[in-house]
Protein backbone atom coordinates (compact mmCIF):
# COMPACT_ATOMS: atom_id res chain seq x y z
CA UNK A 1 0.00 0.00 0.00
CA UNK A 2 1.46 3.36 -0.81
CA UNK A 3 1.99 6.83 0.96
CA UNK A 4 -1.00 8.37 -0.82
CA UNK A 5 -3.49 5.34 -0.23
CA UNK A 6 -2.88 6.11 3.28
CA UNK A 7 -3.18 9.73 3.40
CA UNK A 8 -6.07 9.41 1.53
CA UNK A 9 -7.54 7.01 4.10
CA UNK A 10 -6.30 9.72 6.88
CA UNK A 11 -7.80 12.46 5.57
CA UNK A 12 -11.30 10.80 4.99
CA UNK A 13 -11.27 10.09 9.12
CA UNK A 14 -10.56 13.64 9.65
CA UNK A 15 -13.07 14.52 7.45
CA UNK A 16 -15.74 12.28 9.48
CA UNK A 17 -14.29 13.56 12.73
CA UNK A 18 -15.25 17.27 11.44
CA UNK A 19 -18.35 16.47 10.00
CA UNK A 20 -19.73 14.35 13.29
CA UNK A 21 -19.67 10.98 13.34
CA UNK A 22 -22.01 8.53 14.26
CA UNK A 23 -22.31 6.95 17.69
CA UNK A 24 -20.15 4.17 18.08
CA UNK A 25 -21.84 0.54 19.16
CA UNK A 26 -19.95 -2.22 20.02
CA UNK A 27 -19.60 -4.79 16.93
CA UNK A 28 -20.66 -8.15 18.69
CA UNK A 29 -23.44 -9.56 20.63
CA UNK A 30 -23.54 -9.90 24.81
CA UNK A 31 -21.09 -9.08 27.40
CA UNK A 32 -19.26 -10.83 29.52
CA UNK A 33 -19.97 -7.80 32.43
CA UNK A 34 -21.89 -4.84 32.79
CA UNK A 35 -22.74 -2.77 29.99
CA UNK A 36 -24.44 0.33 28.74
CA UNK A 37 -28.32 -0.28 27.87
CA UNK A 38 -28.20 2.89 25.43
CA UNK A 39 -24.76 2.00 23.65
CA UNK A 40 -24.04 -1.93 24.73
CA UNK A 41 -20.49 -0.85 25.39
CA UNK A 42 -18.83 -2.50 28.17
CA UNK A 43 -18.09 -0.13 31.16
CA UNK A 44 -14.72 0.92 32.33
CA UNK A 45 -12.61 -1.13 34.65
CA UNK A 46 -13.70 1.42 37.62
CA UNK A 47 -17.49 1.10 36.86
CA UNK A 48 -17.23 -2.74 36.42
CA UNK A 49 -15.65 -2.56 40.19
CA UNK A 50 -18.54 -0.11 40.75
CA UNK A 51 -20.84 -2.63 39.69
CA UNK A 52 -19.46 -5.62 40.77
CA UNK A 53 -19.02 -7.07 37.04
CA UNK A 54 -22.57 -7.89 37.02
CA UNK A 55 -23.42 -9.16 33.29
CA UNK A 56 -26.16 -7.29 32.70
CA UNK A 57 -27.12 -3.80 31.51
CA UNK A 58 -28.05 -0.89 33.19
CA UNK A 59 -29.65 2.20 32.34
CA UNK A 60 -30.23 5.72 34.24
CA UNK A 61 -33.88 6.84 35.51
CA UNK A 62 -34.51 8.98 32.60
CA UNK A 63 -33.81 6.25 30.26
CA UNK A 64 -36.25 4.24 31.94
CA UNK A 65 -38.61 6.89 31.59
CA UNK A 66 -37.79 7.72 28.23
CA UNK A 67 -38.45 3.74 27.20
CA UNK A 68 -42.03 3.89 29.01
CA UNK A 69 -40.65 1.26 31.13
CA UNK A 70 -40.90 0.94 35.80
CA UNK A 71 -38.64 0.57 37.83
CA UNK A 72 -39.97 -2.44 40.92
CA UNK A 73 -39.98 -0.91 43.97
CA UNK A 74 -37.09 -1.70 46.45
CA UNK A 75 -34.62 -1.00 43.45
CA UNK A 76 -31.19 0.51 44.19
CA UNK A 77 -29.28 2.37 41.96
CA UNK A 78 -25.35 2.45 42.04
CA UNK A 79 -23.35 5.62 40.77
CA UNK A 80 -21.07 5.26 37.87
CA UNK A 81 -18.65 7.64 37.06
CA UNK A 82 -17.24 9.44 33.94
CA UNK A 83 -14.47 12.22 33.07
CA UNK A 84 -15.97 15.09 30.82
CA UNK A 85 -14.57 18.71 30.06
CA UNK A 86 -15.69 21.76 30.05
CA UNK A 87 -14.58 24.93 28.31
CA UNK A 88 -13.09 28.38 30.41
CA UNK A 89 -12.12 31.19 28.96
CA UNK A 90 -8.14 32.61 30.35
CA UNK A 91 -6.20 35.58 29.85
CA UNK A 92 -2.49 34.17 28.63
CA UNK A 93 0.29 36.76 29.25
CA UNK A 94 0.27 38.31 25.70
CA UNK A 95 -3.38 39.86 26.72
CA UNK A 96 -4.94 37.44 24.68
CA UNK A 97 -8.36 35.41 25.09
CA UNK A 98 -7.79 31.46 25.68
CA UNK A 99 -10.09 28.70 26.08
CA UNK A 100 -8.85 25.79 28.54
CA UNK A 101 -10.96 22.39 28.39
CA UNK A 102 -11.00 21.55 32.12
CA UNK A 103 -11.73 18.32 33.11
CA UNK A 104 -14.55 17.13 35.72
CA UNK A 105 -15.73 14.04 36.84
CA UNK A 106 -19.74 13.34 35.83
CA UNK A 107 -21.76 10.79 37.79
CA UNK A 108 -25.00 9.00 36.96
CA UNK A 109 -26.80 7.01 39.00
CA UNK A 110 -27.82 3.70 36.78
CA UNK A 111 -29.78 0.60 37.44
CA UNK A 112 -30.07 -3.01 36.15
CA UNK A 113 -32.74 -3.76 33.63
CA UNK A 114 -33.65 -6.78 35.37
CA UNK A 115 -35.51 -4.48 37.93
CA UNK A 116 -37.61 -2.86 35.36
CA UNK A 117 -41.05 -3.91 34.16
CA UNK A 118 -41.79 -2.85 30.55
CA UNK A 119 -37.42 -2.91 29.30
CA UNK A 120 -36.21 -5.89 28.05
CA UNK A 121 -32.78 -6.37 27.21
CA UNK A 122 -31.15 -4.82 24.02
CA UNK A 123 -27.52 -6.79 23.57
CA UNK A 124 -28.37 -9.94 23.86
CA UNK A 125 -26.22 -12.66 22.07
CA UNK A 126 -27.44 -14.10 18.75
CA UNK A 127 -28.94 -17.16 18.44
CA UNK A 128 -27.12 -19.87 16.75
CA UNK A 129 -28.21 -19.54 13.20
CA UNK A 130 -26.45 -16.71 12.92
CA UNK A 131 -23.85 -17.41 10.66
CA UNK A 132 -20.83 -15.28 9.02
CA UNK A 133 -18.85 -15.65 6.39
CA UNK A 134 -15.14 -15.97 6.87
CA UNK A 135 -13.12 -13.39 4.49
CA UNK A 136 -10.45 -15.74 3.01
CA UNK A 137 -8.12 -12.96 2.03
CA UNK A 138 -8.07 -11.33 5.20
CA UNK A 139 -7.98 -14.92 7.20
CA UNK A 140 -5.00 -15.62 5.17
CA UNK A 141 -3.11 -12.29 6.20
CA UNK A 142 -4.16 -12.56 9.56
CA UNK A 143 -3.10 -16.06 10.38
CA UNK A 144 0.43 -15.78 8.43
CA UNK A 145 0.88 -12.92 10.44
CA UNK A 146 -0.03 -15.03 14.14
CA UNK A 147 1.94 -17.81 12.42
CA UNK A 148 4.97 -15.71 11.78
CA UNK A 149 4.94 -14.05 15.14
CA UNK A 150 4.02 -16.68 17.12
CA UNK A 151 0.61 -15.24 18.58
CA UNK A 152 -1.70 -17.15 19.87
CA UNK A 153 -6.01 -16.24 18.91
CA UNK A 154 -8.19 -16.96 21.53
CA UNK A 155 -11.70 -16.83 21.53
CA UNK A 156 -12.30 -17.59 25.38
CA UNK A 157 -14.06 -14.64 26.50
CA UNK A 158 -17.22 -12.68 24.71
CA UNK A 159 -14.57 -9.58 24.41
CA UNK A 160 -12.14 -8.16 22.47
CA UNK A 161 -8.98 -7.07 23.79
CA UNK A 162 -4.58 -7.71 22.98
CA UNK A 163 -2.73 -9.01 26.09
CA UNK A 164 0.91 -7.14 26.07
CA UNK A 165 1.98 -8.99 29.24
CA UNK A 166 0.72 -12.62 27.42
CA UNK A 167 1.15 -11.78 23.92
CA UNK A 168 -2.34 -13.22 22.70
CA UNK A 169 -5.57 -11.91 21.24
CA UNK A 170 -8.72 -12.52 22.22
CA UNK A 171 -11.99 -11.60 20.41
CA UNK A 172 -15.33 -13.09 20.38
CA UNK A 173 -16.68 -16.22 18.17
CA UNK A 174 -17.28 -14.67 14.47
CA UNK A 175 -20.83 -16.09 14.43
CA UNK A 176 -21.45 -13.61 17.82
CA UNK A 177 -20.66 -10.56 15.26
CA UNK A 178 -23.40 -8.57 13.14
CA UNK A 179 -21.53 -8.95 9.95
CA UNK A 180 -18.12 -10.23 8.40
CA UNK A 181 -16.97 -6.19 8.51
CA UNK A 182 -17.65 -5.75 11.99
CA UNK A 183 -15.89 -9.15 12.92
CA UNK A 184 -12.58 -8.37 10.59
CA UNK A 185 -12.62 -4.77 12.04
CA UNK A 186 -12.29 -5.92 15.88
CA UNK A 187 -9.79 -8.31 15.01
CA UNK A 188 -7.34 -6.23 12.72
CA UNK A 189 -8.20 -3.52 15.79
CA UNK A 190 -6.46 -6.00 17.90
CA UNK A 191 -4.00 -7.32 15.71
CA UNK A 192 -2.45 -3.73 15.45
CA UNK A 193 -1.99 -3.58 18.81
CA UNK A 194 -0.09 -6.70 18.78
CA UNK A 195 2.58 -5.32 16.40
CA UNK A 196 3.51 -2.79 19.28
CA UNK A 197 4.89 -5.64 21.46
CA UNK A 198 8.52 -5.07 22.65
CA UNK A 199 9.74 -7.52 20.44
CA UNK A 200 7.77 -6.04 17.58
CA UNK A 201 7.72 -2.36 16.57
CA UNK A 202 8.03 -1.19 20.54
CA UNK A 203 5.21 0.91 21.11
CA UNK A 204 4.57 -0.47 24.26
CA UNK A 205 6.99 -0.38 26.96
CA UNK A 206 7.79 -1.97 30.28
CA UNK A 207 4.66 -0.81 32.58
CA UNK A 208 2.69 0.18 29.69
CA UNK A 209 0.62 -2.43 29.69
CA UNK A 210 -0.92 -1.56 33.39
CA UNK A 211 -1.63 2.36 31.35
CA UNK A 212 -4.66 3.36 33.23
CA UNK A 213 -8.05 3.64 30.83
CA UNK A 214 -8.58 6.75 29.20
CA UNK A 215 -4.74 7.57 30.03
CA UNK A 216 -2.54 9.77 27.23
CA UNK A 217 -0.84 6.56 26.70
CA UNK A 218 -3.74 4.54 26.42
CA UNK A 219 -6.12 6.69 24.23
CA UNK A 220 -2.95 7.06 22.03
CA UNK A 221 -2.14 3.36 21.43
CA UNK A 222 -6.03 3.11 20.48
CA UNK A 223 -5.93 5.95 17.81
CA UNK A 224 -3.06 3.65 16.35
CA UNK A 225 -4.74 0.37 16.41
CA UNK A 226 -8.09 2.02 14.63
CA UNK A 227 -6.36 4.52 12.09
CA UNK A 228 -4.45 1.05 11.41
CA UNK A 229 -7.52 -0.89 10.96
CA UNK A 230 -8.87 1.54 8.78
CA UNK A 231 -5.92 1.45 6.74
CA UNK A 232 -6.01 -2.76 6.27
CA UNK A 233 -9.36 -3.00 5.89
CA UNK A 234 -9.46 -1.11 2.85
CA UNK A 235 -5.93 -3.01 1.75
CA UNK A 236 -8.47 -6.02 2.20
CA UNK A 237 -11.92 -4.61 0.25
CA UNK A 238 -14.00 -4.41 3.08
CA UNK A 239 -13.92 -0.96 4.09
CA UNK A 240 -17.56 0.10 3.41
CA UNK A 241 -19.25 3.29 4.92
CA UNK A 242 -20.47 1.83 8.05
CA UNK A 243 -17.21 0.66 8.89
CA UNK A 244 -15.70 3.89 8.64
CA UNK A 245 -17.92 5.72 10.09
CA UNK A 246 -17.72 3.53 13.49
CA UNK A 247 -13.62 3.50 13.46
CA UNK A 248 -13.80 7.58 13.22
CA UNK A 249 -16.82 7.51 16.04
CA UNK A 250 -14.31 5.14 17.89
CA UNK A 251 -11.51 7.26 17.45
CA UNK A 252 -13.89 10.54 18.05
CA UNK A 253 -13.74 9.41 21.83
CA UNK A 254 -10.24 9.07 21.72
CA UNK A 255 -9.45 12.22 20.18
CA UNK A 256 -11.80 13.55 23.44
CA UNK A 257 -9.74 12.38 26.10
CA UNK A 258 -6.99 14.03 24.19
CA UNK A 259 -8.20 17.35 24.35
CA UNK A 260 -9.66 17.43 21.11
CA UNK A 261 -6.58 17.37 19.32
CA UNK A 262 -6.98 16.20 15.84
CA UNK A 263 -3.45 17.28 14.78
CA UNK A 264 -2.34 13.50 17.08
CA UNK A 265 -3.61 11.69 13.86
CA UNK A 266 -0.76 12.58 12.22
CA UNK A 267 1.69 10.99 14.73
CA UNK A 268 -1.12 8.36 14.89
CA UNK A 269 -1.38 7.50 11.26
CA UNK A 270 2.40 7.15 10.83
CA UNK A 271 2.91 4.74 13.32
CA UNK A 272 -0.73 2.62 12.11
CA UNK A 273 1.36 2.64 8.76
CA UNK A 274 4.44 0.93 10.17
CA UNK A 275 2.21 -1.18 11.89
CA UNK A 276 -0.02 -2.33 9.03
CA UNK A 277 3.47 -2.92 6.84
CA UNK A 278 5.06 -4.97 9.92
CA UNK A 279 1.52 -7.39 9.73
CA UNK A 280 1.85 -7.28 5.55
CA UNK A 281 5.60 -7.58 5.59
CA UNK A 282 6.23 -4.97 4.27
CA UNK A 283 9.16 -2.60 4.49
CA UNK A 284 11.19 -4.36 6.44
Not at 161 to 166: I, L, M, P, R
Not at 247 to 265: E, G, P, R, T, V
Amino acid sequence: MNNKVYQEITDKIVEQLRNGTVPWQQPWFGSNGPISYATGRSYSLLNKLVLQGEPTEFLTWHQIIQHNGRLRKGSKGRRVFFWSTFDKAETNDNGETVIKQIPYLKTYTVFRVDDCDGISKRWQPKTKDNTVTPIKQAEDIINQYLSREKIELKNERNEAYYSVKHDYINVPVINNFRSSEDYYSTLLHETIHSTGHKTRLGRFKDGDSSSPFGSPTYSREELVAEIGCSFLLNRLGISNTRTLEQNAAYIQSWIKALHNDISLIAVAAGRAERAVDFILGEKQ
